[in-house]
């Protein structure tokens, strides 16, 4: 498989605490995206990175690529229980393809 | 929220049924795709669409057909629903360097 592996796979935290998750891929890439999956719901897009770019930043979240590393994290600072979710990262090293990684569980307890 | 929607949202069928999936968007988008989703395995690309009558295909592509006759509508069909197609189904909006919108989703459950 090319998909990119989300690590954790599961995260529980308590509110107020940061949560950092990760992702790794395997050949070079033009972009790194993650998106933020609520349970029954559609993927909402939450930051992109380019492959020329080491962080970048989106009101509490933190997205750092390493293209040395074929690595990505994603820090989500001063965590929400409505921050809840499922969270995953797509490259898109294949022309016209995303492909998704397999998404770490994020559960926040108030 | 961008326009996109799906039909239907559910759908229970029996094997060997044909089965056709609605994806309607009112973004004008060139890019279309249409993405399954298991436990375990994240999401995986079926087939895309990059303009009008132009399809290729996804990594698991086998035993799906798409079509795409205007620009905000692209069909996915199961010839012959197998128990293995029965998933959630989204599809989405947006070429791969950019940010995908996704649709709800249709769940699909093949008896």
């Known amino acids: 498989s090319q998909q990119g592996e989300e690590d954790p796979q599961a995260l529980s935290i308590q509110e107020g605490e940061n949560a950092t998750m990760n992702c790794s891929y395997k050949t070079s890439i033009n972009n790194l995206q993650w998106y933020r999956q609520n349970s029954g719901r559609g993927l909402v897009h939450l930051i992109l990175?380019?492959?020329?770019?080491r962080e970048k930043h989106s009101g509490r979240l933190r997205v750092t690529l390493d293209t040395s590393k074929k690595s990505s994290s994603l820090l989500i600072t001063a965590s929400r229980a409505a921050d809840t979710a499922s969270y995953f990262c797509a490259t898109d090293y294949v022309s016209d393809k995303l492909i998704f990684g397999t998404g770490t569980r994020l559960q926040v307890f108030p | 929220d961008a326009g996109i929607t799906q039909s239907p949202r559910h759908k229970v069928t029996e094997t060997g049924t044909p089965v056709t999936l609605r994806c309607h968007q009112t973004e004008n988008h060139r890019y279309m795709y249409w993405y399954r989703q298991d436990p375990g395995h994240g999401l995986r690309l079926i087939h895309y669409s990059y303009g009008v009558k132009d399809t290729d295909k996804g990594e698991v592509s086998d035993g799906y057909s798409v079509s795409r006759s205007k620009t905000e509508d692209f069909l996915l069909t199961l010839e012959s629903a197998t128990s293995s197609q029965t998933s959630v189904y989204f599809c989405?909006?947006?070429?791969?360097?950019?940010?995908?919108?996704f649709g709800p989703g249709t769940r699909l459950l093949v008896l």
């Open positions: 989405a909006i947006g070429a791969a360097g950019e940010t995908q919108y």
């Open positions: 990175i380019r492959s020329n770019e």
